[in-house]
């Protein structure tokens, strides 16, 4: 079945520290996709990244780095020296290639970066 | 680039009342999806559509009607307001099955 899970409910740091938001999936497909999407307080979901299950390579864009392990099911989600325009809600979803109805989203974490 | 827009963005309504939401994207994407977002259920499927006039139901599809005799429209009805229908409402779409799927701007809806 599929499934992603969010563990983090909500986290907290200070401007300019790291931190890493956590993603383990479940899923019977060999061939599945892995997204990370973004709502800040303004409600509209943002597109952050796409990752195929072919494809464990480690991504960085900017301050943003993602590491996908397969042998872990996880694809976690890491912001380096955060910024307060970083607060936000995240959420990892999950689709299979056998379905094409619709992605699993997780619960979401939400992100509070303090000044 | 329009992308993705959805209509109106803040609806308040009366129970009973019939509510039309319009989502309209200019990618001319195959695939077309409504989702409701609620505290403590996070997003919900409603119905989605592969191509025009192919419509399905996802998760939580009663209550609502759509249609999709257009490729770029994808409007969600409900048919008879019930105040559990209060919720913020995603449109969505991609261009292939395997494709990324973006969101529209959401639509807040209340029903009193």
């Known amino acids: 079945a599929q499934k992603v899970t969010q563990a983090q409910t909500e986290i907290s740091v200070v401007e300019k520290e790291d931190v890493t938001l956590d993603c383990v999936y479940e899923?019977?497909?060999?061939?599945?996709?892995l997204f990370w999407y973004k709502q800040p307080p303004s409600g509209e979901l943002v597109f952050l990244i796409r990752?195929?299950?072919?494809?464990?390579q480690n991504e960085i864009s900017g301050r943003y780095s993602w590491n996908f392990q397969k042998s872990t099911s996880s694809f976690n989600f890491t912001i380096t020296a955060s910024q307060v325009v970083d607060s936000a809600v995240y959420f990892c979803?999950?689709?299979?290639?056998?379905?094409?109805?619709?992605?699993?989203f997780g619960k979401g974490t939400r992100l509070h970066i303090l000044p | 680039d329009a992308g993705i827009t959805q209509s109106p963005r803040y609806k308040i309504t009366e129970t009973g009342r019939q509510v039309t939401l319009m989502c309209h994207q200019t990618w001319s994407h195959s695939y077309m999806f409504w989702y409701r977002q609620d505290l403590g259920h996070g997003l919900r499927l409603i119905y989605y559509s592969a191509a025009a006039d192919i419509t399905d139901k996802g998760e939580v599809p009663d209550g609502y009607v759509v249609s999709r005799s257009k490729t770029e429209n994808f409007p969600l009805t409900l048919e008879s307001a019930t105040r559990s229908q209060t919720s913020v409402y995603f449109c969505?779409?991609?261009?292939?099955?395997?494709?990324?799927?973006?969101f529209g701007p959401g639509t807040r809806l209340t029903v009193l």
């Open positions: 969505a779409s991609r261009k292939g099955r395997t494709d990324t799927q973006y």
């Open positions: 899923t019977r497909d060999t061939t599945y996709y």
């Open positions: 979803a999950l689709s299979e290639a056998s379905r094409d109805d619709k992605i699993i």
């Open positions: 990752r195929n299950s072919f494809d464990e």
